[in-house]
């Protein structure tokens, strides 16, 4: 996958604000479906990327980095290439660098985190802890600038003093970054406390670069045209929208909000067809449903321990059968053309991996924290494992389980992940094995 421009506008702009486990690909993708111009992904640590394997995943048709634990970290489609801005947390040039060039050819830029104020982040010297080394901020930007070919762009918060704010945007205007973020807030400040729209206002009347401005959501933006007066009262060029997109992504609709039903189904359809990790799913869900977690639905969503629970709560059991069957059987098919599939992959010589043996294990049915089928751990305990298998079988046997009399598929639907994770594995991997070719 290439990008084909290198240059992204950041000019007059709706943007998904990056939020951790809230900016995975389904929540990219409906915010995009929904009117949002740039999407931004959560920020991902720099020795966690530099940790990651890019890898084609042909089953999803997706763009994978996967962590040495077999979990994907990043994962981004084409459809999002252009507009994805991928934003990581560091504290080292020479770091963020390696992993912007890890992946500028999936992404559409590159964003640091300048104003993450939690202790996980400040205390490695990321985030908010940047602001106050200027020197360091230079030198990130500078190295990410010259060293990369995509756009570059900070998100930052205001200082106590709008002098030193001021001062802070213009040298890190000078570094040549393509646009910046500014959340109207100090680093001391939660969300309840005023967004100062007069700081960002400031801020983008001395810059030349495209001002973005954030923290708006609650006081200020509750729907679309809320976006607009935003923008006009802080002058800047676009803005950037966290929580009341997380509360509902429809909010980029010029047309107004969509009803939450919709929306939560829409979402999980794409978490299906994606395979977002359940957790994950029921986490955005959770966000989106806020006061209503005591009704009957959420209260079935908070039980739900599978993306085909999450599914059912929500009148979507058919879809989630007929997704995960399709996935099934294009990874049949992708495996039937490949001679060899429980072999070691190829040697990497490009940093991508197209063969199917190489998919994540997620494909299937983990997503992000799931784990790849040939995943070298799978392999080694390949013979412990088929002892396992046909014990698990003999106890399974029996009239009362929950696998017993049912195709390998249906086997996996009554499992559930959290108790029989390493078995189900195992099963997925027999089962892959046997496919018809
Ligand atoms: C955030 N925020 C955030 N910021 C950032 O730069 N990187 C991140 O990964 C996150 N993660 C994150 C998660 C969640 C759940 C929330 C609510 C927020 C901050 C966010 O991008 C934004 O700056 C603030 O929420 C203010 O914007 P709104 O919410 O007023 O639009």
């Given at each position: 996958m290439m990008v084909n421009s290198l240059s992204l506008c950041y000019h007059n702009k709706l943007i998904l604000a990056p939020m951790v486990r809230v900016g995975t690909l389904p929540m990219r993708l409906l915010a995009l479906d929904y009117g949002a111009d740039i999407v931004y992904c959560e920020e991902l640590i720099d020795l966690k990327m530099l940790q990651c394997k890019r890898v084609v995943n042909d089953v999803l048709s997706t763009v994978d980095f996967v962590?040495?634990?077999?979990?994907?970290?990043f994962r981004t489609c084409e459809r999002e290439q252009s507009r994805v801005i991928f934003q990581m947390g560091t504290s080292d040039a020479e770091r963020a660098l390696a992993v912007a060039r890890l992946v500028e050819n999936d992404v559409a830029g590159i964003d640091v985190n300048m104003?993450?104020?939690k202790e996980y982040s400040t205390k490695g010297g990321m985030g908010a802890a940047l602001l106050s080394d200027p020197d360091k901020i230079e030198k990130i930007l500078s190295t990410l600038v010259k060293g990369t070919r995509r756009p570059v762009t900070c998100k930052i918060r205001i200082l106590p003093s709008l002098e030193d704010t001021l001062s802070l945007v213009k040298r890190i205007e000078r570094t040549g970054i393509a646009a910046i973020a500014v959340h109207?807030?100090?680093?001391?400040?939660?969300?309840q406390h005023p967004v100062s729209c007069e700081a960002i206002k400031a801020i983008a009347e001395i810059l030349s670069v495209p001002v973005i401005a954030n923290g708006g959501s609650h006081d200020h933006i509750q729907e679309y045209l809320d976006i607009q007066d935003f923008r006009q009262a802080t002058a800047a060029s676009s803005v950037m929208v966290a929580r009341a997109a997380m509360w509902?992504?429809?909010?980029?609709l010029k047309e107004g909000l969509r009803p939450l039903q919709e929306v939560m189904q829409k979402y999980i359809r794409y978490a299906v067809q994606y395979d977002n990790h359940y957790t994950n799913t029921k986490y955005c869900l959770c966000q989106m449903l806020r006061e209503q977690l005591e009704s009957p639905q959420g209260k079935l969503l908070h039980a739900a321990q599978s993306s085909r629970e999450i599914c059912e709560a929500f009148g979507l059991g058919a879809f989630y059968e007929e997704t995960t069957r399709e996935l099934d059987a294009r990874r049949a098919e992708l495996l039937a053309k490949?001679?060899?599939?429980?072999?070691?992959?190829?040697?990497d010589t490009s940093g991508e991996?197209?063969?199917?043996?190489?998919?994540?294990?997620?494909?299937?049915?983990?997503?992000?924290?799931g784990r790849s089928w040939h995943s070298p751990c799978m392999k080694r305990f390949n013979a412990p494992w088929i002892a396992f298998s046909v014990l698990l079988s003999l106890l399974l046997s029996?009239?009362?389980?929950?696998?017993?009399?049912?195709s390998p598929r249906n086997w996996r639907s009554r499992l559930r992940p959290s108790s029989v994770c390493g078995a189900r594995a195992f099963l997925r991997v027999d089962w892959v094995r046997r496919a018809p070719r």
């Open positions: 962590a040495p634990d077999d979990r994907v970290v104003g993450c104020p109207g807030r100090t680093r001391e400040e939660r969300p509902n992504p429809s909010i980029f490949t001679p060899g599939e429980v072999e070691e992959p190829a040697e991996h197209t063969h199917p043996r190489s998919l994540p294990r997620c494909a299937c049915w983990s997503g992000a924290g029996k009239s009362t389980s929950p696998l017993c009399g049912t």
